[in-house]
DNA sequence: CTGAAAGCGCTTACAG
DNA sequence: CTGAAAGCGCTTACAG
């Protein structure tokens, strides 16, 4: 393995001076600069990370946390971020897991192994997030977001994006509308439930308590959470879901009965993810600008990894309602958001 | 920041012992090891593992290569990656990018920031793939392999698994074959066209050119390819997928013009990704034990870290052919393979 | 069994 | 502008 040493010696300088030439000094000659670079690449040096990290405190490494992964959500936000970490020339570290996966990442922060940490998948509950926060790590929540701590956060207007929703349901004749929800904890889940419940309010409308499920997030709880309402004796004419893995298994739940999307119910989701669009589905959604998203995620992140202090922010982005054949195609012109 | 030299401090011992302790050395009193796990946990040490890297030189830390990561297998694929690593102790980095993605990894092998690395999505022309192996560096390929390299592989019988399908559609009395196939440069499309192909070949029938085309794996080629397919003169009556991705998207094409799958057309996919099983699609499949594939790469590439020497070998998994509802359900079991 | 010391490969004040 | 030196925080021979 070629270290500075061996580089300095084939230039005929200090090792120093290799350092100097490689970290874009100033104080260096042209003609050094030049016999260093020529003995960099004849020996085919590269430096060697580690050894700068731990002179620089530095790992450009970041790390991301994100449950859930089968979720085709998460690997779009992935995407994003990978892409957006890439240009910034630092490396990204996954923890992904069902269970405790955030442990990892505290556990990173401790060792000195990343130099930040996205969190997209995080609750009030979390335990590493708390610890980062509290131990100073930079570190900002992506996707969710969780009220009251000193951290920046970029979301999307949930509450929006879901009264809205119900805007454009009760516009076009519904009034007997059905929610299935998400876990008590996320914040996406939250915001999206009170959205719901404030557009039906707004409307001057009753709403049937029986009407509301909760998953999990998941198809599986979509699936049956649907099958429940549509055999009610008097089951909703439209229902609205936590997000759209849950609004396509709502739909095969319907299915499942028998029962036609958007003839019998209609069906509306949240996030936009790629199958959203596809004919065996073709739902209606809100987007989120998740590329946009990303880049100020990794901007602000890297910002505080720079230098704390600064107030944190949380930034909310606007969101897009999209109609598509799982409500039966009522224009959405009428509906854009501001 | 608290280091090893607070502790031994603490404790009243000498920064080494600390070191002793902490790695479980035999050469150190009973007496001792209580005073510095208790020096340890009064000051809330964690090792520095960019320093302990830098002696020991292992990072604890795989490098993991994926293209496509929207392509639902892959997230599949990563969480069983994920977990295997975690229990190993192991840091996952990620690599995902559509175009030169894993650019980022031979810069990580050179910067000696990874221990090795896990090539998913990888070809022939990959030249990273081949940098790493002649700096010797540990790697394995996971899923795709390539011929001719002196590198561990592990992929599952996309050959056997091919051909199966065309068994069983012969077997349930269809002639008119189409395909639907990756490009030409990953082994799981090259593999699973010449089991195509074979199995064609095998049971006697003729195969004709204009029933194959070629995708790139996604939904929208899948949708275009069997659009085309529908519209021949003599359209095929069962047509064989590179993969669900492009199975579902050709399951969309054909609804998109009014057919109906499988009463106009029979569809098989290879994955079995978790959609595959929902109502929408009902997709028959093959399946590939991709935990256990995970498992043993993981395992292969920490052998490997370990002491390199060994001869590298191609490690095949069976397949399972899983029948839905896309092929109107005739009986598994009579084609189950060995 | 324990300590003092060397060294992993860099970056960066400090002199000159 | 350049070199000699210190030091990031560990691990591990080497003495004793």
Not at 163 to 184: K, N
Not at 295 to 320: N, S
């Amino acid at each position: 393995m070629v270290t500075s040493r061996d580089v300095a010696r084939a230039a005929g300088v200090s090792q120093a001076t290799v350092s100097r030439v490689l970290q874009g000094s100033d104080n260096v000659t042209d003609e050094t600069r030049k016999r260093v670079m020529e003995a960099v690449s004849a020996t085919g040096y590269e430096p060697n990370v580690l050894a700068r990290a731990m002179k620089t405190q530095r790992t450009q490494t970041i790390g991301v946390v994100v449950a859930r992964i089968t979720n085709p959500y998460y690997p779009q936000l992935i995407e994003a971020l990978s892409a957006e970490l890439a240009s910034a020339n630092q490396r990204m570290v996954l923890w992904t897991s069902e269970g405790a996966g955030d442990a990892g990442a505290l556990e990173a922060i401790r060792q000195r192994m990343v130099d930040g940490v996205v969190f997209t998948t995080v609750t009030a509950e979390s335990v590493p997030l708390h610890e980062a926060l509290r131990r100073n790590a930079p570190v900002v929540t992506l996707n969710r977001s969780v009220e009251g701590i000193a951290c920046d956060q970029v979301t999307s207007d949930n509450l929006g994006g879901s009264t809205q929703v119900v805007q454009y349901l009760v516009g076009a004749g519904h009034s007997r509308l059905g929610f299935i929800g998400g876990p008590i904890g996320p914040s996406t889940s939250a915001e999206r439930e009170r959205g719901f419940r404030q557009g039906v309010a707004a409307a001057g409308l009753h709403l049937d308590e029986r009407l509301c499920r909760r998953g999990d997030f998941s198809h599986e709880d979509g699936h049956a959470a649907m099958r429940d309402l549509l055999t009610l004796a008097d089951p909703p004419t439209a229902v609205f879901c936590v997000n759209d893995l849950t609004a396509i298994g709502a739909i095969d739940g319907a299915r499942s009965l028998g029962r036609d999307v958007p003839e019998d119910v209609w069906v509306v989701g949240y996030d936009d993810i790629a199958m959203a669009s596809w004919e065996g589905y073709d739902l209606t959604t809100v987007r989120q600008p998740i590329t946009q998203m990303a880049e100020l995620a990794v901007k602000l992140l890297l910002q505080r990894i720079g230098k704390t202090g600064a107030e944190p922010r949380h930034h909310r982005y606007p969101h897009e309602l999209v109609v598509r054949g799982s409500t039966a195609r009522t224009p959405a012109r009428t509906f854009d958001h501001d």
